[in-house]
């Protein structure tokens, strides 16, 4: 094998070191053949990466079937060790997925962690497990949190070594000008001498992960903050190493030795308070119990929670959380959910209600049936939306990110042109250096990189305690430009409790009114929308049993239908049954909320008035958007009386009825065309098309209803009030970025030229270097207090 040298034992993908024998393709060294291929999928069209990723992975593990008529029973989430970028997510799925009895998979780049659905009875995981180590990746079935621990240990005894070498070397240097002053020559080279081997130690022992990556990104043609601290230090410390062997004093350990110093000091400071903005996620991550009582053979048995299944029965006591999502079968208790709403308030929950993992049980003793387990909770849900609205970049940041870009070769620039001008003007070579490691340590890239991340970062974390998920971190800017807002009405404006008030039959079949009820019940129960719930509820009231229908289907902002023996059932607004019966034309639809109706082949049986209130808040709300000059617009697929008195009620100038959703995204696009920002809010039931066409959609949805992918917003209180919380996020969250960008900005055009004039010297240069950041980082965890 052609023996590497320096450059080559580096992996050409991630820039690690090639520790075992190395992948070579087109003259190029990788370390395991993952970073091969990703690298390769880099460089290819999006066109061609699928048809790519597929011959490479198949060119190397052999697959002895094809993924047909498998049964799934099985969905587990394991961590990946080796993920070096978005590439590789591609790669390990398609691994993944091409192993016997695999249905699907699924990386998270965040958690490092790959979820698979399985066949249970031919799912191999110790074949995965090797295939993917083949691959340069290591699935592994446990978390690696100590590991964590342990590397957090190792960095502070490493910034406490690097603070107690450099303060003995700034004693040392305050020993040689007192030397100096009191002549005492003799013993500077041995100070001197000591000076050197420990500045050495802190340079290339506790700076050495400084120097590795300034080097790493070097070779790949990138510069970075650590390229210009590594400049300064290794230039402050090879003068003095100069200085040191032909026998004079004018050495700068001291001043190399304190670059890494401050260096990693604001490194771990800067960390220490990304770590606060998260704290909302973080402690969602602790938050789920780690056991569960489930009832098996009739007895009651501690598991641990990774063990329960879905349909599991489980035991919750009073004062306990409740380990995964389902719904109660018996029993009933008061539940605080605040840690996923933010409602303080205990919420009832009684036979059938659903009940979510890691909310507490205060008071009562329920059974309930496991649903969702897992990452499948809603918590997990909730974790993962939040943590991969973080990981986006908003605009802002792009630009940044492109700034930065030009911002490195300027400073290296600059320090080159102050150590020519400086040489010129004072004809001291030690007085030009010094000047230009102080341009060189001063400049600051990672401002420019914090200042957008970390308010948005900040502004998501806060908003996920408040029970309020932004989807996507660019959605922050856009809320911030709304002109106006279209609104639903049922179950957005009013509560979406409806009860049935009254129901007129119509004998046109001469069908008993209990038969009637009986199928008008029976076909509701197959759908979600809060009006059939209100019918549904009154039927079951009268003790009338329900039947099986067939053919059931929904359509949306209509109604719905379906078939019983043979009948043929329509339930839904006076246009869904006009198409096919004109006997509704001479019903009266006067001084009612909203009026339902049923027709049975075609002939029309009954309607059903239901009754709803309007959402506490939502005057306040609407007062809001008023005073911001926001226009509110109501539309409705209700009925022109009922949208009239909502409208009436409400004081809205503009509101639109009987409208599908078709009609709505209609009337959105047309707004968009006259350049207006717009944000929909619904319920999420009817309303995907219409949140999907807006460039915002808010959906106002109880916590189950978190997945709910046409959303940019989902409001987990399932209230009106939340709204204008969604306002002040966007609007102090672009305040405090703004202020962080200026600080950037402002920060870099002042040091450097002061830099460049000699007033800033390198240790102090490096000091101000590191509180930049940190500033940064702590004006961004004010937004925690004003929100």
């Known amino acids: 094998m052609e023996k590497m040298n320096n450059i080559t034992s580096i992996c050409e993908h991630c820039n690690l070191d090639i520790k075992t024998k190395p992948i070579i393709r087109e003259q190029l060294y990788f370390c395991c053949l993952g970073c091969s291929i990703a690298n390769q999928l880099i460089k290819t069209i999006d066109e061609e990466k699928d048809d790519l990723l597929d011959k490479l992975v198949k060119e190397k593990i052999n697959f002895s079937s094809i993924n047909k008529n498998i049964i799934i029973n099985n969905q587990e989430s394991f961590f990946i060790n080796g993920i070096n970028c978005v590439s590789c997510s591609p790669i390990i799925e398609k691994i993944i997925e091409n192993q016997e009895g695999v249905s699907s998979s699924k990386v998270n780049l965040i958690s490092e962690k790959v979820k698979i659905s399985y066949d249970s009875s031919i799912f191999n995981l110790e074949k995965t497990k090797k295939d993917l180590k083949k691959f340069g990746y290591e699935l592994v079935t446990k978390n690696q949190k100590e590991n964590t621990e342990q590397v957090t240990d190792m960095y502070l005894l490493k910034l406490a070594l690097v603070w107690f070498l450099s303060m003995d070397i700034m004693s040392f240097s305050l020993g040689i000008y007192y030397a100096q002053l009191e002549n005492y020559k003799e013993v500077i080279p041995f100070v001197i001498y000591i000076q050197m081997f420990l500045c050495t130690l802190v340079i290339f022992v506790s700076g050495f992960s400084i120097l590795k990556s300034a080097f790493l990104k070097l070779l790949k043609g990138k510069l970075s903050m650590e390229t210009l601290v590594s400049f300064g230090a290794i230039t402050a410390y090879s003068y003095s190493v100069y200085e040191t062997f032909i026998g004079k004093f004018n050495v700068y350990y001291d001043t190399a030795s304190m670059i890494i110093a401050f260096v990693l000091l604001g490194k771990f400071l800067e960390s220490s308070s990304k770590n606060k903005a998260g704290q909302t996620i973080k402690?969602?991550?602790?938050?789920?119990?780690?056991?569960?009582?489930?009832?098996?053979?009739?007895?009651?048995?501690?598991?641990?929670?990774?063990?329960?299944?879905?349909?599991?029965?489980?035991?919750?006591?009073?004062?306990?959380?409740?380990?995964?999502?389902?719904?109660?079968?018996?029993?009933?208790?008061?539940?605080?959910?605040?840690?996923?709403?933010?409602?303080?308030?205990?919420?009832?929950?009684?036979?059938?209600?659903?009940?979510y993992s890691a909310t507490i049980n205060q008071d009562g003793y329920f059974i309930f049936k496991a649903t969702d387990v897992g990452e499948n909770t809603t918590l997990a849900k909730i974790i993962e939306l939040v943590e991969k609205a973080q990981n986006e970049k908003t605009e802002s940041q792009k630009l940044a990110d492109k700034l930065s870009v030009y911002f490195i070769p300027i400073v290296i620039f600059l320090s080159v042109l102050t150590f020519v001008l400086w040489f010129y003007i004072s004809s001291n070579n030690e007085i030009a250096l010094v000047n230009a490691i102080a341009v060189l340590v001063v400049a600051c890239p990672c401002a420019l990189?914090?200042?957008?991340?970390?308010?948005?970062?900040?502004?998501?974390?806060?908003?996920?305690?408040?029970?309020?998920?932004?989807?996507?971190?660019?959605?922050?800017?856009?809320?911030?430009?709304?002109?106006?807002?279209?609104?639903?009405?049922?179950?957005?404006?009013?509560?979406?409790?409806?009860?049935?008030?009254?129901?007129?039959?119509?004998?046109?079949?001469?069908?008993?009114?209990n038969f009637i009820l009986k199928i008008l019940g029976s076909v509701e129960k197959y759908s979600e929308h809060p009006i059939s719930k209100a019918i549904l509820n009154y039927v079951k009231e009268k003790n009338i049993e329900l039947e099986n229908i067939k053919d059931f289907k929904l359509t949306k902002g209509m109604g719905i239908e379906g078939k019983f023996n043979d009948l043929y059932i329509k339930i839904g607004s006076y246009i869904f049954l006009n198409t096919n019966s004109n006997q509704i034309n001479d019903i009266n639809n006067e001084n009612i909320v909203t009026k339902v109706f049923c027709s049975i082949n075609d002939k029309l049986v009954c309607s059903i008035e239901v009754e709803d209130k309007i959402k506490t808040g939502v005057n306040e709300t609407l007062n809001y958007f008023k005073q911001k000059n926001i226009k509110v617009v109501m539309i409705t697929g209700d009925n022109k009386v009922s949208a009239e008195k909502i409208a009436k009620l409400l004081d809205l100038e503009e509101f639109y009825?009987?409208?599908?959703?078709?009609?709505?995204?209609?009337?959105?696009?047309?707004?968009?065309?006259?350049?207006?920002?717009?944000?929909?809010?619904?319920?999420?039931?009817?309303?995907?098309?219409?949140?999907?066409?807006?460039?915002?959609?808010?959906?106002?949805?109880?916590?189950?209803?978190?997945?709910?992918?046409?959303?940019?917003?989902?409001?987990?209180?399932?209230?009106?009030?939340?709204?204008?919380?969604?306002?002040?996020?966007?609007?102090?969250?672009?305040?405090?970025?703004?202020?962080?960008?200026?600080?950037a900005f402002s920060y870099n055009f002042i040091s450097i030229p002061l830099a460049m004039g000699g007033i800033l010297k390198p240790i102090v240069a490096s000091a101000a270097m590191a509180i930049s950041s940190l500033l940064i980082v702590t004006n961004s965890l004010r937004l925690r207090r004003k929100i």
């Open 283 to 355: 402690k969602l991550m602790n938050l789920g119990s780690k056991t569960a009582i489930v009832i098996e053979n009739e007895k009651e048995i501690l598991k641990n929670i990774e063990d329960v299944k879905v349909n599991d029965l489980l035991i919750v006591k009073a004062g306990e959380k409740i380990p995964v999502d389902g719904f109660i079968i018996e029993g009933e208790s008061y539940i605080d959910e605040s840690m996923l709403t933010g409602e303080v308030k205990a919420i009832h929950k009684k036979l059938d209600d659903k009940v």
């Open 449 to 513: 990189g914090l200042a957008a991340p970390m308010a948005t970062y900040t502004a998501l974390d806060k908003a996920a305690e408040l029970g309020i998920i932004i989807k996507n971190s660019n959605n922050i800017e856009v809320i911030n430009k709304i002109d106006v807002i279209f609104t639903d009405k049922t179950g957005t404006l009013t509560e979406g409790k409806m009860k049935v008030s009254n129901i007129t039959f119509y004998d046109n079949l001469e069908l008993d009114h």
């Open 657 to 743: 009825y009987e409208k599908l959703p078709a009609d709505k995204v209609d009337i959105i696009l047309k707004a968009k065309k006259e350049q207006k920002k717009v944000m929909m809010i619904g319920d999420g039931i009817n309303d995907a098309p219409s949140l999907v066409s807006a460039d915002i959609g808010v959906a106002i949805s109880n916590a189950s209803d978190i997945s709910i992918e046409s959303a940019d917003v989902n409001i987990l209180r399932n209230d009106f009030e939340s709204i204008p919380k969604i306002f002040e996020i966007s609007y102090l969250s672009l305040h405090y970025l703004k202020i962080n960008m200026i600080w």
